[in-house]
């Protein structure tokens, strides 16, 4: 032992070297996971990512040592040239004597072939296929259920590509190491090899063979999840053409890979050869050719009525995987026009049609509420509050620290004294300040309100945006907020984070950050708590991997005050049969918007593309600790009873949601974008209408990019009372028209309930294009936006609502003014409203729709008659002054803009005499 103790250290310090960075990594996870509770999943992952990397590890490791072994056995020497006395000698070097090296050699050789192969998206595959649930709803073609291909078959893919890998690597190494020493020669067009050679690389090679059977095997089940141009899923050439072949080819192979193995044993080939040429010919002719000819000259010519039963799977298949099986549909028979009596009845849909838009509003909060450079505000999100027992809709804002714009960004000021931010504020969609602003009903530092909705616990310690590291409960005050010219300073008093409560601890964040400051510094104490991975998009993924994460959060205001990020989150696969797939990225109607605000970590957990989800999860999590709560929503999906199976100490039902989040649950953005995506072409469920296109639509759009759906507070067509849904128009396939209307629920009775409102076949309505076009057709309305859109101002045009109110549309359009220098506030300017033939733009809402229904408006320049009235004007010096605003308000209609001009001049030279 002792003789073999320099090698044991050797050793030993290499497996330090590079190991020891995994173990500190993997000590510091292990403190995040049992400060947030949730050390079982920490181990369910660590125990699943072993598994993994020990499984490939090992078919790699005995694939390739059983193979290069005998190999390398039956190289006598290997020749080296060194340089002597005499010039270049020769130099044998015995093998046989490497035994244990050649061995560490191939072991090398498979750790580093299989670490790239193995992580947390394999591991969660197989966790998912352990612990799968019993599933019924078998394919209309095979008959496997559903769960063999949510759960199993990413498994046997995940294997037979290990094992391919494997051998073929083998293969390739045997062949390289035969060609220095004349084992492996080509002469004359024929290969040649030495016994040994042939005996391993012919085993190798019916080891190949029997895996490519298997995945032939696999290759039927994957014809339900293929695409073609008219459906997805097996269509009529597949199940008369490819299924049988693949069957017949995975039992050619599988009987050429055992004729090889026999053939092993033997000096000669016998029927191997003609076996594999049988399988090239079944594969040429079974699966591309013969499919061809089958498609071209059988099916195409009564395509219809050839694919129509594969079509009806298809159109059932994409119903259930997408959860769109059970939208309600409602057509709406006959669109009058609206009536006053109407808007009186639906006085609370009025009073909450959203005035300010994302872009303006967000810019005017930052320019009013940021209060100083080192706050931010990164996202503006929608929400409902009873105000006084009336749904108010809403706009919230929370107020977080910008590290990127602290005055000092030393080290002190980053981790230990700018450690959260502070409040929110809110403010209704539908006020504005007579300078154009919005009203705020929550604002400043700390929060005050003017409404029954108090904010008494908004310390936000864990964010949506990527933070440092903080250390709190240190020797250094934390700054709280500003104050007048003073700042207000607190100390935590949560229990989020880890406490550093010994030197070691101190030491393995030292080297974690790579800064010796965490275990020098004075200024910590054991008592004080370093706060990490403080994105809460961070947290959900590391809690949570198998999830699909929202990125449209919202700020949640308790009855006690406290504030709570609430989160919704997904579960998808790309593996349901008969189910149309598509992008991950179709559940973004605004991608450039999410990751400039940050959201980069919520948008990269979604796959690349998709043919199933659920949204099963709500999540809750606490801005002060950073603690995460699960609840499931969705008890029937499938993948999530896996998941909940492998991770019980993670979720909670859903009656455990607290009672005052409740009334803020929501039909989920993302969830609401693929759902109407899906339903722009699944909405037809006759396979005849479905296959000729005859009612496709298209998403909305609005400058030749579709519109954003958007929340609102409204009263559904035969509905009682008002509710909050989130909404986007459809119009036919390359037209511009209205034709239908699609609402997301989110009352707790109907919570993700879909319903699709059908336009009138018989007359036409209005799309967002056409009345955009009426807009700029406005002779008075295209003079003003010409006339701001100069010197030094622009006009930034609203999102363009269309709002169903009793059995008609109203459409609403907010038009901004907004300085071009830096630093411009967005000044809501005029509200445009249309309905049928009639626009009007107006100053108000109110004015507008006053306008609308009485044809009068109202007189732009009655101010100055207001004003000479107030002063005792002179006898008919009123009446001149109104009859001038007439005709110029008359001569700005008729795009007169002379006489307009004229007008106004008279009226200057009466007001100066």
Do not use: C
């Amino acid at each position: 032992m002792r003789k073999h103790w320099p090698l044991a250290a050797l050793v030993l310090v290499v497996a330090l070297y590079f190991g020891g960075q995994f173990l500190l990594d993997l000590w510091a996870d292990f403190l995040w996971y049992r400060s947030n509770s949730q050390v079982p999943v920490f181990m369910t992952l660590l125990e699943s990512r072993s598994a993994v990397f020990l499984g490939v590890y090992l078919i790699f490791f005995l694939v390739l040592a059983g193979s290069l072994r005998p190999l390398i056995r039956a190289l006598p020497t290997l020749t080296l040239r060194r340089r002597g006395p005499t010039g270049i000698e020769p130099v044998s070097l015995a093998l046989s004597g490497l035994g244990p090296a050649i061995d560490g050699g191939i072991a090398i050789l498979a750790l580093l072939v299989a670490l790239p192969l193995s992580g947390t998206r394999d591991a969660l595959r197989l966790l998912a296929a352990y612990n799968a649930p019993v599933t019924g709803f078998p394919d209309p073609i095979l008959g496997l259920p559903v769960g063999f291909y949510l759960f199993h078959l990413p498994v046997y893919d995940l294997l037979t590509g290990v094992l391919q890998d494997s051998l073929l690597f083998a293969l390739v190494l045997g062949l390289l190491l035969g060609l220095p020493g004349g084992q492996v020669s080509i002469a004359q067009n024929r290969l040649s090899l030495h016994p040994v050679w042939r005996k391993v690389l012919m085993r190798l090679g019916a080891g190949l063979l029997m895996v490519l059977s298997v995945d032939s095997l696999l290759l039927r089940t994957k014809t339900l999840l293929s695409s073609h141009q008219v459906l997805s899923g097996a269509s009529y050439a597949d199940v008369h053409a490819r299924i049988p072949a693949a069957t017949v080819l995975a039992l050619i192979l599988a009987l050429s890979a055992l004729a090889l193995f026999v053939e092993s044993f033997r000096r000669q080939a016998l029927v191997s050869g003609s076996l594999l040429g049988l399988s090239f010919l079944v594969w040429a002719g079974g699966l591309l050719l013969y499919p061809w000819i089958l498609s071209r000259f059988v099916v195409l010519p009564n395509q219809f009525n050839m694919e129509k039963s594969y079509i009806v799977n298809n159109i059932a298949g994409t119903r259930k995987a997408f959860h769109i099986d059970g939208t309600h549909s409602e057509r709406i028979s006959n669109l009058s026009d609206l009536t006053p009596a109407d808007l009186a009845d639906n006085r609370p849909t009025i009073r909450n049609i959203r005035l300010w838009d994302h872009r303006p509003m967000l810019t005017t909060v930052r320019q009013l509420q940021q209060i100083r450079t080192y706050y931010t505000f990164p996202i503006l999100a929608p929400d409902r509050y009873r105000i006084n027992g009336v749904l108010r809709q809403v706009l919230v804002a929370p107020r977080e620290i910008s590290y990127a714009n602290l005055p000092s960004p030393n080290w002190i000021n980053v981790h230990l004294t700018y450690t959260h931010g502070h409040g929110l504020i809110m403010s209704p969609v539908n006020r504005v300040t007579p300078e154009g602003l919005p009203a705020f009903w929550i604002r400043d530092i700390p929060p005050q309100s003017s409404v029954p909705v108090v904010v008494s616990h908004s310390r936000i310690y864990y964010g949506d945006q990527p933070a440092p590291y903080a250390i709190v409960n240190t020797r250094i005050p934390e700054f709280d907020y500003p104050k007048g010219r003073q700042n207000i300073y607190n100390h935590y008093d949560g229990t989020g984070g880890i406490r550093l409560s010994s030197p070691l601890r101190r030491l393995l964040y030292s080297y974690e950050y790579g800064s010796f400051k965490i275990f020098l510094s004075t200024a910590i104490t054991d008592k004080s708590r370093i706060l990490v991975h403080r994105d809460i998009f961070d947290i959900v993924e590391r809690l949570a991997p198998f999830l699909r994460l929202d990125p449209d959060v919202v700020p949640v205001i308790g009855p006690d005050g406290h504030l709570v990020w609430m989160m919704d989150a997904y579960t998808t696969s790309d593996s349901y049969p008969y189910s149309s797939e598509i992008r991950g990225s179709a559940g973004f109607f605004h991608t450039g918007r999410l990751i400039r605000s940050g959201h980069r970590r919520a948008l990269s957990s979604w796959p690349e593309r998709l043919n199933y989800i659920r949204n099963s999860v709500k999540i809750l999590i606490d801005p002060k600790t950073g603690g995460v709560s699960f609840y499931v929503t969705d008890p029937s999906d499938p993948i999530l009873s896996a998941y909940r199976k492998a991770f019980p100490t993670l979720f909670r039902p859903a009656r455990e949601i607290p009672q005052e989040v409740l009334p803020h649950l929501r039909f989920p953005p993302s969830m609401f974008a693929i759902s109407a995506r899906i339903l722009a072409s699944f909405h037809m469920t006759d396979p005849q209408v479905f296959f000729n296109r005859e009612d496709l639509w298209s998403l909305a759009e609005r400058d030749e990019r579709p519109l954003s759906p958007y929340y609102m507070v409204l009263r559904l067509p035969g509905e009682a009372q008002e509710e909050y849904v989130m909404m986007l128009p459809y119009t036919p396939a390359h037209r511009d028209n209205l034709s239908a209307w699609l609402v997301g629920r989110s009352e707790l009775s109907r919570q993700g309930e879909l319903k699709v409102y059908r336009s009138p076949k018989e007359r036409l309505i209005y799309g967002p294009n056409q009345i955009e076009a009426r807009i700029d057709q406005r002779g008075p309305i295209s003079k003003q936006l010409t006339l701001w859109n100069q010197q030094g101002s622009r006009v930034v045009r609203g999102t363009l609502l269309i709002i169903p109110i009793a059995h008609s549309l109203l459409y609403v359009e907010p038009l901004y003014l907004s300085a071009t220098s830096p630093g411009a506030l967005p000044e809501l300017r005029r509200v445009i409203v249309s309905m049928g033939d009639r626009v009007v733009m107006r100053k108000t809402l109110d004015q507008a729709l006053n306008d609308l229904f009485t044809g009068t408006p109202h007189p732009s320049l009655s101010f100055a008659s207001r004003r000479v009235q107030g002063r005792n004007a002179p006898s008919g010096l009123v009446s001149r002054l109104q009859r001038l605003g007439r005709e110029a308000d008359d001569a700005l209609r008729r795009g007169d803009l002379a006489t307009f001009g004229d007008r106004v001049q008279k009226i200057l030279r009466e007001l100066r005499k």
